[in-house]
Nanobody
Framework: QVQVVESGGGLVHAGDSLRLSCAAS????????LGWFRQAPGKEREFVAT???????YYADSVKGRFIISRADAENTVSLQMNSLKPEDTAVYYC????????????????????WGQGTQVTVSS
């Protein structure tokens, strides 16, 4: 059973940047699509970005051009560089791994992912 721990969240002003990191233990990330999701108060958890085992990336329209997802399989980590942050980016951010290895999907709903961490809070003030 893989365990993941997210870090790097905080309170920033609109326009600032943050870098989130996610470290896994118990199982390798290698071969799995990794994703970042977020959940704002009163809202459902939503997809933010994914990166597959080949390095192909996919972003939600709301973050495209501002966020960059990357992975380092040797360190079993995945990161999310968030630039030009907006108040609407305020949420708890979670990383997770696809439940299936080397598996292509046409979409990335949260239910397709497992091994969720506790999340890290990102708050963007206006």
């Amino acid at each position: 059973q893989v365990q993941v721990v997210e870090s790097g969240g905080g309170l920033v002003h609109a326009g600032d940047s943050l870098r989130l990191s996610c470290a896994a233990s118990g199982r390798t990330f290698r071969g799995y699509t990794l994703g970042w999701f977020r959940q704002a108060p009163g809202k459902e958890r939503e997809f933010v970005a994914t990166i597959d085992w080949s390095g192909n990336t996919y972003y939600a329209d709301s973050v495209k051009g501002r966020f960059i997802i990357s992975r380092a399989d040797a360190e079993n980590t995945v990161s999310l560089q968030m630039n030009s942050l907006k108040p609407e980016d305020t949420a708890v951010y979670y990383c997770a791994a696809d439940t299936r290895r080397y598996y292509y999907r046409s979409s990335y709903p949260p239910e397709a992912f497992g091994s969720w961490g506790q999340g890290t809070q990102v708050t963007v003030s206006s």
